[in-house]
């Protein structure tokens, strides 16, 4: 069985606050993919990053960084010096046995000025 | 350089009547995949679909929904006498061939579905 927990469910913080979300998965397969995706007011749904199961270097992308540890199977989400555009719900989703994502139930974050 | 296409962005039915909602892959993808976003039940698969293939519809309701992907043309999802339980954001998402290094689902707009 795979489940993806994001545990909290709204997250609000005041512009250039750093925050993290969090993202804990359960797999029994050894070869797994992890994703994270925005969902802005507008109702899209944005890809940010993909990790292997096998790449457990953390990955940093302007004001995002993501840390994977498989010894915890979380793969956390912060974003330094929050802005306002960054008001989103966030989902963590895990491919393991198939080809469907398996989402999170996200967390809804919001910046405020 | 377009992405992922769905249309119309927003439907309107009545009890019972027909949904069909398309869903354009990215240049140079084949691997369709349909999800639905319902509000306490957050976003779950229905189906995977290649060319003329559907791959894995586990996610599907067994009754009144389908989907196919022709050889030529859009994805569609039909959703039959719709009922008020239907309404929800249906999202398409494609992706090149899954299980490679740079695998990742891209994903449309959405379709809105609301049943009156």
């Known amino acids: 069985a795979q489940k993806v927990t994001q545990a909290q469910t709204e997250i609000s913080v005041v512009e250039k606050e750093d925050v993290t979300l969090d993202c804990v998965y359960e797999?029994?397969?050894?070869?797994?993919?992890l994703f994270w995706y925005k969902q802005p007011p507008s109702g899209e749904l944005v890809f940010l990053i993909r990790?292997?199961?096998?790449?457990?270097q953390n990955e940093i992308s302007g004001r995002y960084s993501w840390n994977f540890q498989k010894s915890t199977s979380s793969f956390n989400f912060t974003i330094t010096a929050s802005q306002v555009v960054d008001s989103a719900v966030y989902f963590c989703a895990l491919i393991s046995s198939g080809y469907a994502l398996n989402f999170g139930k996200g967390t809804s974050l919001l910046v405020t000025p | 350089n377009a992405g992922v296409m769905q249309n119309p962005r927003h439907l309107v039915r009545r009890r019972g009547q027909e949904a069909r909602l398309r869903c354009s892959p990215m240049k140079g993808h084949s691997h369709v995949y349909w999800y639905r976003q319902l509000p306490e039940e957050g976003l779950k698969f229905m189906v995977y679909l290649q060319k003329e293939n559907i791959i894995d519809e586990s996610g599907m309701p067994k009754e009144r929904f389908s989907a196919e992907f022709p050889k030529e043309g859009p994805s569609i999802l039909r959703i039959q006498q719709v009922v008020r339980g239907d309404s929800a954001a249906y999202f398409c998402?494609?992706?090149?061939?899954?299980?490679?290094?740079?695998?990742?689902?891209?994903f449309g707009p959405g379709t809105r579905l609301t049943v009156t």
């Open positions: 797999t029994r397969d050894t070869t797994y993919y």
């Open positions: 998402a494609s992706s090149r061939i899954p299980g490679l290094a740079d695998y990742e689902q891209y």
């Open positions: 990790r292997n199961s096998f790449d457990e």
